[in-house]
């Protein structure tokens, strides 16, 4: 899995992949291939946050737990489904909160995020597999380790930028972001349908919270239309 990341990405993480529990999650990977067992996404894709949002480019991470695990959702990026697939319920609750957040937003059609991603927006789960048909499968296999140095490394290293922490588990993650830094932490009930029916996102506005923030910084606010 070394050198498939984006060269900075690379710099910064590069090793992790010489680190014990990295040999173990490869072993479980290569099990569950030898099982049969289908995963998401495919491989080509379980680095695409970070290949599409190089290090130095990101202003703004959206935390997500797991990956999709129907067949052609996931394509490694939090939230985001392939274009020409049915947007989940998650989110069209988050294009909902846009379409009364952002002035002029649509509501789109496609699933597909990878405009955020270009411009800067961290769509990183905690998990980056995931076995077909069975969510939570491949958690507590290493891939957090990974993922919770990705958000230590730009938290410690970076100035500036805007975490999105949606539901308990994202919110645990406050725990990795240093304080001095001058980040905003944006918190808020998850955006699924079980979630949402207790209160708190919608209304929450945490894209023109982001917006604002990054002009603060002098930084170019989000596109949030896909």
Request: net charge neutral; glycine share 8%; charged share 20%.
């Amino acid at each position: 899995m070394a050198g498939e990341l984006e060269p900075g990405w690379n710099t910064e993480l590069g090793d992790e992949f010489s680190k014990p529990y990295m040999a173990e999650l490869k072993k479980f990977l290569v099990q569950e291939k030898a099982a049969g067992n289908v995963t998401y996404p495919k491989n080509k894709e379980i680095f695409n946050a970070f290949n599409i949002t190089p290090f130095d480019k990101v202003k703004v991470v959206i935390i997500g737990q797991d990956p999709y695990h129907g067949p052609d959702q996931a394509h490694g990026l939090s939230f985001s489904v392939r274009a020409g697939v049915t947007p989940p319920p998650s989110l069209k609750n988050i294009y909902k909160e846009l379409s009364t957040d952002i002035a002029g937003f649509k509501i789109p059609q496609t699933g597909d995020l990878t405009k955020w991603a270009e411009q800067g927006v961290l769509l990183l789960n905690a998990t980056l597999t995931v076995r077909a048909a069975t969510a939570g499968s491949h958690q507590k296999k290493g891939w957090e380790k990974f993922t919770d140095a990705a958000i230590k490394k730009l938290s410690d290293d970076r100035k500036g930028l805007v975490f999105i922490l949606w539901g308990a588990y994202a919110q645990s993650k406050s725990a990795l972001i240093n304080p001095d830094n001058n980040h905003l932490i944006i918190k808020s009930t998850h955006p699924s349908p079980l979630a949402v029916s207790h209160g708190g996102f919608f209304g929450s506005k945490p894209f023109s919270k982001t917006n604002d923030f990054l002009i603060e910084q002098g930084k170019e606010p989000i596109d949030w239309q896909v």
